[in-house]
């Protein structure tokens, strides 16, 4: 899957998931790995990021997210952090990243 940012965070990303998720319930556990490529405010690079989480159909629990560790390049050399998701109402994913620059 590739998505697209756009924001203080613009770019793209390619993204592998793997879940069990049953679909007619909405209930399930979710893993992505997610290579970014493009810039955060102003800063040109790429980095990698992972998530998970788990839903019983209406929520989301069990949150992670987090910056892989050594993965960024160009500006983003030495990015950590963390993040998070939220989903909107109407299907619209909303990332968000809190970190630092070493």
């Not at 992505?32 to 490529?37: G, Q, R």
């Not at 800063?43 to 788990?54: P, Y």
Request: aromatic share 12%; net charge negative; no cysteine.
């Amino acid at each position: 899957m590739e998505k697209h940012f756009e924001g203080e965070v613009v770019g793209r990303s390619a993204t592998l998931f793997t879940a069990a998720f049953d679909q007619s319930t909405g209930v399930g556990t979710y893993v992505a790995m997610e290579s970014f490529e493009g810039s955060m405010q102003g800063r040109e690079g790429a980095f990698n990021f992972v998530h998970s989480a788990t839903t019983s159909g209406s929520d989301r629990t069990a949150e992670f997210f987090t910056i892989v560790p050594s993965s960024g390049t160009g500006e983003l050399a030495g990015i950590s952090g963390a993040g998070g998701m939220a989903v909107d109402a109407d299907g619209t994913h909303r990332i968000w990243f809190d970190y630092q620059l070493g």
